[in-house]
Each structure stands twice: as structure tokens, then as C-alpha cells.
């Protein structure tokens, strides 16, 4: 007794009288009549759990979500959360695996976005390895006219939750629909004026409700529709935002003759640095004995002491964004011992070297004396002083090259370069094209 090649039965002679396949003639001939076997295929896992990714998978999640991963897996403090890798952008599959992502962080956390008792607030973030710019990110995704006092409830700091949700309404309308800030800075200047005070600190919880509701008015003037109050919306059309900008990274890339290797998405558990008691935000830097000259040029963070050997600098009741834009007083570093473990920072910050090996700055959000390690940024040369010794054509070239790697704002540009020098790298053959823009800076910010 064998088996029959086509329906495995078993049989006794060649011809099988199940299936009617002959074995003594040509095999080939029957094979239209064989069911081959059905493979499983294995569906590729492209969101990973920070700290749950494998080693091969390490360059893919983008510089963000590397050094969340490797920080994780040295013990190093840092918030939930997970990462959609670059071939989810080069896929083009990413709403699935967002919902698989969110999914396995719900399940970790105990939570759901959009629970109006116990909200699920989230800090999204894109880069890639391949990117000329600095990643984007934007805070407080998730917050809406329930969840916002949810919010309130759960961490009994109201003044904290209406504070992050202005954030949000501003971030979505300047840096998603290209809004002007200047508007939302003057609504809060006249709040202030009316107030008699002289920082948002120093309002009450119903200024700031009125505040909030003031921006949703300004939202909707300038993008011509309702402030999105879906959290799986809002964080959905943040991540729409981020390929798109990942498309236009990828234009620049192939412009330099490379291939670009994709953008990745890290969607993290909000840390709230803004809260009155025991929090805020920071920076730290590492490789100090590199040489280099450390200045963070774009937010003009000059406020530093040297304390334990560890250089940065501080913001009371600040959330991480405000780092760059510099909304209050830098306070030296040594002011987080009086709110953490100044050992159990030290013995992180060591880890993180080891980890960095290089020159970086890294931030930091304290939150109810809980610090967590965030955003890492590597340390650049000044070019300040080399631009100044450039002819005014090389000068122009790269302050506009600066410009578009998001070195320095267009504001810093049209300040740096005077009419002077655009006149003369005219007169030296400069195409128009970078004067123009200038000119245009210049005009905008009213700098001429």
C-alpha cells in the first residue's frame, strides 16, 4: 500500500481509483488536477510597542522611536507608547496598523482614547533618518470638549487640562492648516491686558475655558471648519499631515541623489510638564567634552549652569514645546533637585551617554516630580560665525539652505542678512530666487 501523489489515499496498483491518476504515465500531465497545499502567509508586524521591537527592525523606527526603543531597554524612564515604522509610509497601509497600534497600547495602559472619565492623550512625533529637517510634533492629541474635563477630573489640575487644549487648537491650526500664530498670540495678549496679568500662569480655570473657546472661534475663521472633536480623527489627520510632509522630505532627498528611506511615526502617552505642582520641562546635553560649540542657536537657551557636570537648563510648569519657543525664563538646572531624585536623574543621564556617545541634546518633562526622558536632538556646529566670513552670495545661498533644514526660522534669516548684502550678491550674479525669498521674510516680519 502507498499513498496517491494527488488525493494521498491509499491505493494498491499505479492507477488510483479514487482520483483516476495513473502513476506509470507522465505526471506533468496531471498536475492541472492536483490541489497543492495553502500557504499561510505571514502578515508583517509594522507598529511595535516602544521597547517590543526587534534588533533588525531598529533603523526603521525612525531616530525618534531608535532612541525610545534603546532607552527603554536600558531602564531609562520614558512614556508608553508606539511607533509605525518607515514601511508602513512606503505601504501606504498605515491606517491599519495605527488601529493595531492603539489597540496594544489600550490593552498595556488600561485605557482608550476618547474615554470621557479617563482619557488616553497622546504626543505624536515624525522623522526619518533620511529627513534635511527636524522631525514635527505635535502635543495633546486626543483632547476635545468632553475629554478635556475628564482630564481635569483625573489629574485634579483643571487649569492644566484647559491649558493643553488651547495648545492643541493652536497647533492644529498653525502648524496643520498653516494658520497664523500671530492671531492667537494677540487673543492671548488681550486676555492678559483685560486680566491685568502678565502670563497665562496667572489666569484662573474659567479664563482658561474662555481662552479655549476663543480659539475654536479663531479655528474655525481661518481653516473654514469645526475643530475636529473625534480623537481618532484628530490623530489620524496629524499622521495624514506628517506623510505628507515625509512626501516633500523625500523630494529633497531624491534632489540629493539618495533614496529616502521613509518616515516613521512615534505616538506616545502624553506627559503634562504644564501642570502648577511639581512639574515642567527641560533640556540636557551630553558630550560636553566634544569641543563643539554647544549653543542651541533656534530657541536661544542661554540660561545654563554647570551642576554635577551635567549642563542644561529648566522650565517650571512648561510643557516640552515650550522649550524651543521660549515662552518664560530659563532657570538653571540644579532648580530639579528640589522636585526629583537628583541620584536617580544623575544615574539615567550616564545611561543615556553611553547610550548617545556624541555630542546631543536630549528633553525632558517632569511631571508631579515623575521625570521621563524625551526627544533627542544631535548637537550641530554654530554656523554663525562661518556664515559671517562668506562672500554675500555664498551667505545668502546658506542662510536660505539653513532655512529649509530648519536650522533657523524665517524670521532669524530676514534678521541676519541686510538689504546691503542681498544688493551685492545681486551685482556678484546670484539668481533672484534666494534674494527674493528674503525680501519677502523681510517684508513679513516687517525687518526692512
Known amino acids: 500500500m502507498r499513498k496517491c501523489p494527488i488525493c494521498k489515499r491509499e491505493k494498491e496498483i499505479p492507477l488510483c481509483p479514487f482520483c483516476g491518476f495513473d502513476e506509470s504515465l507522465d505526471y506533468q500531465r496531471f498536475r492541472a488536477f492536483s490541489i497543492p497545499p495553502v500557504k499561510k502567509i505571514k502578515k508583517r508586524k509594522l507598529a511595535f510597542l516602544i521597547g517590543e521591537a526587534p534588533e533588525?527592525?531598529?533603523?526603521?523606527?525612525?531616530?525618534?522611536?531608535?532612541?525610545?526603543?534603546?532607552?527603554?531597554?536600558?531602564?531609562?524612564?520614558?512614556?508608553?507608547?508606539?511607533?509605525?515604522?518607515?514601511?508602513?509610509?512606503?505601504?501606504?497601509?498605515?491606517?491599519?496598523?495605527?488601529?493595531?497600534?492603539?489597540m496594544e497600547l489600550a490593552v498595556k495602559q488600561g485605557k482608550v482614547p476618547g474615554n470621557p472619565d479617563d482619557p488616553m492623550i497622546f504626543s505624536v512625533h515624525a522623522d526619518g533618518w533620511d529627513w534635511r529637517s527636524e522631525g514635527v510634533a505635535i502635543a495633546n492629541v486626543g483632547l476635545n470638549d468632553e475629554t478635556v474635563n475628564g482630564l481635569a477630573k483625573k489629574s485634579g489640575d483643571a487649569w492644566m487640562a484647559w491649558d493643553?487644549?488651547?495648545?492643541?487648537?493652536?497647533?492644529?491650526?498653525?502648524?496643520l492648516?498653516?494658520?497664523?500664530?500671530?492671531?492667537?498670540?494677540?487673543?492671548?495678549?488681550?486676555?492678559?491686558?483685560?486680566?491685568?496679568?502678565?502670563?497665562?500662569?496667572?489666569?484662573g480655570v474659567e479664563d482658561m475655558k474662555l481662552?479655549?473657546?476663543?480659539?475654536?472661534?479663531?479655528?474655525?475663521?481661518?481653516?473654514?471648519?469645526?475643530?475636529?472633536?473625534?480623537?481618532?480623527?484628530?490623530l489620524q489627520e496629524v499622521i495624514h499631515h506628517f506623510y505628507e510632509k515625509g512626501e516633500k522630505e523625500?523630494?529633497?532627498?531624491?534632489?540629493l541623489n539618495g533614496l529616502p528611506e521613509g518616515t516613521a511615526?512615534?505616538?506616545?502617552?502624553?506627559?503634562?510638564?504644564?501642570r502648577q505642582v511639581n512639574s515642567g520641562s527641560g533640556f540636557v546635553r551630553t558630550g560636553e567634552k566634544s569641543g563643539l560649540n554647544l549653543s542651541r542657536v533656534s530657541a536661544g537657551l542661554?540660561?545654563?549652569l554647570q551642576f554635577q557636570e551635567v549642563s542644561g537648563s529648566?522650565?517650571?510648569?512648561?510643557?516640552?514645546?515650550?522649550?524651543?519657543?521660549k515662552t518664560k525664563d530659563f532657570a538653571p538646572l540644579s532648580e530639579l533637585k528640589t522636585l526629583v531624585d537628583w541620584s536617580e536623574f544623575r544615574i539615567e543621564f550616564n545611561k543615556i551617554e553611553k547610550i548617545l556617545k556624541g555630542p546631543y541634546i536630549f528633553d525632558f518633562t517632569v511631571e508631579n516630580g515623575k521625570c521621563y526622558f524625551l526627544s533627542v536632538k544631535k548637537i550641530q556646529e554654530d554656523t554663525s560665525q562661518r556664515v559671517e566670513k562668506m562672500s554675500p552670495t555664498e551667505e545668502v545661498k546658506t542662510i536660505c539652505q539653513l532655512v529649509d533644514e530648519g536650522r533657523y526660522t524665517e524670521r532669524q534669516a530676514a534678521g541676519m542678512i541686510s538689504e546691503e548684502t542681498l544688493e551685492k550678491a545681486v551685482t556678484e550674479g546670484l539668481e533672484l530666487g534666494c534674494v527674493t525669498r528674503i525680501r519677502y521674510w523681510k517684508k513679513k516680519y516687517n525687518l526692512s
Open 164 to 175: 493643553s487644549y488651547r495648545r492643541l487648537i493652536r497647533d492644529f491650526a498653525v502648524k
Open 302 to 304: 542661554d540660561s545654563v
Open 56 to 102: 533588525k527592525e531598529l533603523r526603521k523606527l525612525g531616530p525618534a522611536g531608535s532612541w525610545m526603543q534603546q532607552f527603554r531597554k536600558a531602564g531609562i524612564s520614558v512614556p508608553d507608547g508606539f511607533v509605525l515604522t518607515t514601511d508602513v509610509w512606503k505601504e501606504e497601509r498605515w491606517e491599519k496598523d495605527l488601529n493595531q497600534g492603539l
Open 177 to 203: 492648516h498653516g494658520a497664523a500664530e500671530d492671531f492667537f498670540l494677540l487673543q492671548e495678549e488681550a486676555l492678559l491686558t483685560k486680566k491685568g496679568k502678565k502670563s497665562l500662569s496667572e489666569l
Open 265 to 274: 511615526i512615534l505616538v506616545q502617552t502624553m506627559t503634562f510638564g504644564n
Open 314 to 325: 529648566f522650565l517650571r510648569g512648561a510643557q516640552r514645546a515650550d522649550l524651543e519657543r
Open 250 to 255: 523625500r523630494e529633497n532627498r531624491l534632489l
Open 211 to 234: 481662552l479655549a473657546q476663543q480659539y475654536k472661534t479663531l479655528y474655525n475663521l481661518n481653516v473654514m471648519k469645526p475643530f475636529p472633536q473625534d480623537p481618532l480623527d484628530q
